[in-house]
């Protein structure tokens, strides 16, 4: 199984490209004006018509207003919407639209329970914990997550992975996939494309191990 890649908090065209070129399989754009990452509604559209016919457009928002994003949803027909707050799964579906639920992880968090109320997410996205809801760029204790397959959803892990790392966490996890910020910057919100293009290929290495055994 092929270890999917998305990368986030794209806000250029050139970066956009690099993350199609590099192999990604999402991109993500941050919706969250106290974020450095953040792109308005018109940005991320026009930064989505960057992508390849088999690439994923992701949006992620933090606590959002109803009309955010209904004019996401319009602006990009074919975008996969990331809740990376507090919104229960109420706000989630009312949408009709796949979507993803951000976890933030804690030593005491039920992750089972959090699997039993969000039944309805394409897939959970456990990240370290951060009162600014993400992109600290810290890992968290991978020990707290349950066996691959024991949740409900597909499994995406975040949390303070760069190329250096992301290799042990797909061996370690067997995630679904993987989720990457600040490991593909420069400086904070300023996207590298060396190490976006380190990233995916150190990803699809630890794939290409798993398949003969390594």
Not at 16 to 24: L, M
Not at 57 to 73: G, S
Not at 156 to 184: E, K, T
Not at 197 to 203: D, E
Request: aromatic share 8%.
């Amino acid at each position: 199984m092929r270890t999917r890649i998305k990368l986030c908090g794209l806000q250029t065209p050139d970066t956009v490209q690099a993350c199609v070129q590099a192999g990604a399989d999402a991109v993500g754009f941050v919706m969250y004006p106290p974020s450095p990452r953040h792109v308005s509604v018109e940005q991320a559209a026009s930064l989505a018509r960057y992508l390849g016919a088999w690439q994923t457009p992701v949006v992620l928002f933090v606590n959002p207003e109803l009309d955010v994003v209904r004019q996401v949803i319009q602006a990009i027909p074919q975008v996969l919407l990331q809740f990376h707050g507090d919104e229960p799964p109420s706000f989630c579906e009312q949408f009709n639209r796949p979507y993803l639920k951000a976890i933030r992880m804690k030593a005491d968090t039920d992750l089972m329970q959090a699997s039993d109320m969000y039944q309805s997410a394409q897939a959970l996205l456990v990240d370290s914990w951060s009162e600014a809801y993400g992109g600290s760029g810290h890992s968290f204790d991978w020990s707290l997550l349950p066996k691959p397959g024991a949740l409900k959803q597909a499994l995406v892990l975040s949390g303070g992975l760069d190329d250096a790392n992301v290799g042990q966490a797909i061996r370690a996890v067997m995630p679904y996939g993987v989720d990457v910020s600040s490991g593909i910057e420069s400086a904070r919100g300023v996207k590298d494309h060396r190490k976006i293009a380190r990233f995916c290929a150190a990803v699809q290495a630890a794939d290409m191990n798993a398949q003969h055994g390594g």
